[in-house]
Antibody, heavy 121, light 108 residues
Framework: QVQLVESGGGLVKPGGSLRLSCAAS????????MNWIRQAPGRGLEWIAH????????SYADSVRGRFTISRDNARNSLHLQMDSLRAEDTAVYYC??????????????WGQGTTVAVSS | SFELTQPPSVSVAPGQTARIPCSGD??????FNWYQQKPGQAPLLLIY???ERPSGIPERFSGSSSGATVTLTISGVQAEDEADYFC???????????FGGGTKLTVL
């Protein structure tokens, strides 16, 4: 069964840091682009970063570029998001998400259950 | 910047057809995906690359495009279809993604 399980969320003060992790199982992790997508309370979906299957191609949304770092460990089937200089507007549920097609970007077919990040003093 | 616009809400009676539009710039050059999200759940991919359905998605969900608007059509709407629906498209040669603001479908 294809599964993504996020961890690492929590309450952090503005300016602080958090590292999110995602454990993947049930598919060949090293063959798929992976994404982080977030959803602020009562709001829509916001794509924030993706990383290619090899890890060599990385893109970020303007809202997080320079503060967040996406990475992956294909040997351990894990995806990570290092979040620094956190702001109140980063408060959201963060989803780890898999692309549907191997080796290319197309659509997002498997989502984790999400982990909640709250930034508040 | 590239934006996708959806109506905040659409209402339909059970058994009828719901159409949820999504509009944006340069639509004919892009492809679209559609997601369904029920309260407290992660989104579910319904349609990708304009009109492809992932395994397990019922045939009553379909996607189409006409001019500057793409549309998610739900035929024979059921009470369980009440949810938020989001369109999505790649941007900047697929180096980023944009989501529409979402449409809440109410089944009367």
């Amino acid at each position: 069964q294809v599964q993504l399980v996020e961890s690492g969320g929590g309450l952090v003060k503005p300016g602080g840091s958090l590292r999110l992790s995602c454990a993947a199982s049930g598919f060949t992790f090293s063959e798929y682009y992976m994404n982080w997508i977030r959803q602020a309370p009562g709001r829509g979906l916001e794509w924030i970063a993706h990383i290619s299957s090899s890890g060599f191609i990385i893109s970020y949304a303007d809202s997080v570029r320079g503060r967040f770092t996406i990475s992956r460990d294909n040997a351990r089937n894990s995806l990570h998001l290092q979040m620094d200089s956190l702001r109140a507007e980063d408060t959201a549920v963060y989803y780890c998400v898999k692309d549907i097609e191997q080796l290319v970007v197309s659509a997002m077919d498997v989502w984790g259950q999400g982990t909640t990040v709250a930034v508040s003093s | 910047s590239f934006e996708l616009t959806q109506p905040p809400s659409v209402s339909v009676a059970p058994g009828q057809t719901a159409r949820i539009p999504c509009s944006g710039d340069a639509l004919p050059k892009r492809y679209f995906n559609w997601y369904q999200q029920k309260p407290g759940q992660a989104p579910l991919l319904l349609i990708y690359k304009d009109n492809e359905r992932p395994s397990g998605i019922p045939e009553r969900f379909s996607g189409s495009s006409s001019g500057a608007t793409v549309t998610l059509t739900i035929s024979g709407v059921q009470a369980e279809d009440e949810a938020d629906y989001f369109c999505q498209s790649p941007h900047n040669s697929a180096t980023s993604w944009v989501f529409g603001g979402g449409t809440k479908l109410t089944v009367l």
